[in-house]
């Protein structure tokens, strides 16, 4: 008599060890899980470090020159860097001198993961939900998304050699749109918002069960990756905690996990347990978690996002409540600013530095900005700022406010005739 009964498998997902809810902890098995059968909350990969053999600095920098260094504290195969993959991270810690001196602060560093291969930190999170798909048996990459998660999941499946399927808002900034069709694959725009998408995804995924939605099946994959700052940022300082970071926040899922990443390296032994403080920033277009912050509420209540910030502009925040956690917890706080404050963000920070910001990091800069003058972030202190996308994505937030100081005839007392010498 013979039985036929699946073949399973128990996936490699390094010292990855189960799910567990983050609203009642129960544990699931490692697979395509996001939701607690128990609760529906939220599901969060969980570890063993202790198995296998000790993780250590050097051990650390013995790795290669991207976020496959810090793989065994990711949910990926131990052979994940020979994979085909974009190879994402190592981006520069840039010591910001003249930033801190306009800002009247001691010591000031820039996170610039503009630096990644398609020119946001999307491509970390992306990269460990294709590593984690691959290994659960997922055959295509996908994603609702609203902008930069769009262009990593076409070019890093592209890498890959698998298929991707994309869908964004229809009103999404045109650069967006070509710097994600480029790479071929499925691309469809929705006319709707974000949330908007983000449903029709939800629903999509639950018909096409080979799909992998970066975002939505194999999230708690994908937040993984955005340890990889956290860790990067730690290392750059020369192992050590700063006291002070301000990060965007769309879904929130980038902030919480840097905070994970820094208890992992204290629990770890890698770094001194020192305190650090968490900021969030909002574009106040699109400002559900800093409202909440500000009005002592737990919950997040969704809004309709009206910002040129589109990057952040998530509605309705999976990981917003966790996002009040994180600040309160580590005595931070969310803050907001307006699309001209942002504005003057993006020109505050590549005139300072030289770096070109996406919307994004303007709201990041104009956040730290207004933080110190209300007195909220210490100038005293060690801060990173994370600056996460890239300005040539968004030429259009800038466009109606820099250009030439003038056009001239092609003769050198045309120019000296502007008084511009
Ligand atoms: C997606 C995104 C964020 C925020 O990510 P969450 O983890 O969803 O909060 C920040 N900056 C840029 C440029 C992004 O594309
Ligand atoms: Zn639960």
Known sequence: MSVTSPVITTPDLGRATELVCRECATSTPLGPHYACGECFGPLEVAYDFSAGPAITRESIEAGPHNIWRYRELLPVPSNVADIPNLEPGATPLVRAH?????????????????????????????????????????????????????????????????????????????????????????????????????????????????????????????????????????EGLGWRLPQQVVIPVASGSQLTKVDKAFRELVTLGLVDDSPYRIFGAQATGCSPVSAAFKAGHDVVRPVRPDTIAKSLAIGNPADGPYVLDTARRTGGRVEDVTDEELVEGIRLLAETEGIFAETAGGVTIATLRKLLAAGELDPEADTVVFNTGEGLKTLGAVSPVVGPAATIKASAAAFEATGLG
């Open 98 to 234: 003249n930033l801190a001196r306009a800002l009247g602060m001691r010591a000031l560093w820039v996170k610039d993961d503009s630096a990644n291969p398609t020119h946001s930190f999307k491509d970390r999170v992306v990269a460990c939900a294709l590593a984690a798909a691959r290994e659960l048996g997922f055959t295509t990459l996908a994603c609702p998304s609203t902008g930069n998660l769009a262009n990593a999941v076409a070019a890093a499946a592209a890498r890959a050699g698998i298929r991707s399927v994309v869908l964004i808002p229809a009103d999404l900034e045109q650069q967006k749109i070509v710097t994600t069709a480029v790479y071929g694959g499925t691309l469809v725009a929705v006319e709707g918002t974000y949330d908007d998408v983000n449903r029709v995804a939800s629903e999509l995924a639950g018909d096409h069960d080979d799909w992998a939605f970066v975002n939505v099946n194999v999230r708690p994959y994908y937040a993984e990756g955005s340890k990889t700052l956290g860790y990067e940022v730690a």
